[in-house]
């Protein structure tokens, strides 16, 4: 039967980390996949995560199974990190799943279960696997508008008179914070104004929010999480912890459900359903040294300022870059850059321009020209900036 398979798109984030591994030449810049690097090009293991596992291997006695929703102090460190007091701890019903992704499909999967007719708002762009798992479960998408090409920032009119078509029974991606892949975001107001759309039409919110603590720091990139948790009578909340715990491999995230109108047991229930399907018990070790650090007052302490110190440097490298550019094309039309928040930014240049940077100049980001800030340093953000000028970006 298994000659019946035809094969699968190619998924353009893998296929460039990919690309990026096989190019022989030493200048290369991988502007690619989200992972965070220092200045040497390295994705370090966190102090606090080594500290978390030295104590771990001390003192861990079973590997035995964990929950069905995987450890309840990790769920309740999580929803504190992310909710802080928003919503009640009785109103949120939660499963640790397998990274930010094993979240996003739970989300997706409880909201088909909830309603087989929901669609699904997501903006355009985002990032790619939101589409690529929708399609896979069969489920409509609606895009609505995002990115200006133009002013490179939020095209908040079009955003808001898109949203305005979702109805009750639909299903409204949001990133909370750090836009994936444009780096474009929401001001305070604005999202003030998505919660009173929100409130009007009666659709549902799903946050997902994979960087929090990499834009403005760990509560100012939660605020508006919070303030919709807070504000809608049901949410979803996808929530990752690979990039500010840098446990990419550990495959450590959770799913939040807020949802007032549901009885308690059915709602914590169908998420516990859904992880026994999909893949039984959650994945436990990166969970486990979250939990540690965020419950430990000095592990704490300096898992936030390591995670500090990468914000800043993103910051810093973004300020760097713009003025590079600005020095290069004798404009400031890249000033865009230093606005944007998180890993990502949107160049806003043509497929034809990232390949032919890629080809001239061995600059690897991807197809929709999103370049990984973090994996820049000191050093490669004048050789971008030569790049881009040189192509004409
Ligand atoms: C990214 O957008 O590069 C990351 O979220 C990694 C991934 O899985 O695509």
New binding site residues.
């Given amino acids: 039967m298994f000659e019946h398979l035809t094969a699968q798109k190619p998924?353009g984030?893998?296929m460039l980390m990919q690309m990026y591994r096989e190019d022989t030449r030493t200048d290369k810049v991988d502007l690619?996949?989200?992972?965070y690097k220092d200045a040497s090009g390295n994705t370090p293991v966190m102090r606090a995560i080594k500290a978390a596992e030295h104590k771990l291997w001390e003192t861990q006695d079973t590997k035995t199974y964990v929950g069905l929703a995987g450890a309840p102090d990790f769920n309740d460190a999580m929803v504190k990190l992310v909710l802080g007091d928003a919503v009640p701890r009785t109103s949120v019903h939660s499963v640790a799943t397998p990274g930010g992704?094993g979240a996003v499909r739970q989300a997706f999967e409880l909201t088909r279960m909830s309603n087989p007719e929901a669609r699904v708002f997501v903006s355009n762009p985002t990032?790619p696997?939101h589409l690529s798992i929708l399609d896979y479960l069969g489920m409509e998408k609606v895009m609505y508008r995002y990115f200006d090409d133009e002013t490179r920032g939020v095209d908040f009119d079009g955003m808001i008179a898109d949203l305005k078509t979702a109805k009750k029974g639909d299903l409204i991606l949001l990133h909370g914070c750090c836009h994936?892949?444009t780096g474009a975001n929401l001001t305070g107001p604005q999202w003030d104004a998505v919660i009173e759309v929100l409130h009007d039409t009666g659709a549902t919110p799903m946050i997902d929010i994979?960087y929090q603590g990499f834009g403005d720091g760990l509560d100012a990139d939660a605020a508006a999480t919070r303030a919709v948790a807070a504000a809608v009578p049901e949410c979803l909340i996808a929530a990752s912890c690979s990039k500010n715990f840098g446990i990419y491999r550990e495959r450590t995230g959770i799913l939040m459900l807020v949802a007032n109108g549901t009885d308690k047991a059915v709602a914590q229930g169908t998420l516990n359903f859904l992880n026994r399907q999909n893949y039984s018990f959650p994945p436990d070790h990166g969970a486990r040294l979250v939990t540690m650090i965020l419950n430990d007052d000095a592990l704490r302490a300096d898992w936030m300022a390591e995670l500090e110190e990468m914000r800043t440097g993103m910051l810093t490298l973004r300020e760097q870059l713009a003025k590079e550019l600005e020095t290069r094309s004798g404009s400031n039309r890249f000033g865009f850059l230093a606005e944007h928040r998180g890993m990502?930014s949107r160049l806003g240049a043509s497929s034809d321009l990232v390949e032919k940077m890629r080809t001239d100049s061995g600059i690897y980001m991807v197809g929709d020209s999103r370049m990984?800030i973090a994996g820049l340093n000191a050093q490669t953000v004048p050789i971008l900036a030569d790049a881009i000028v040189k192509a004409g970006a």
């Fill in positions: 998924d984030i893998l690619g996949v989200g992972v992704t990032w696997n994936n892949p994979a990502f990984n």
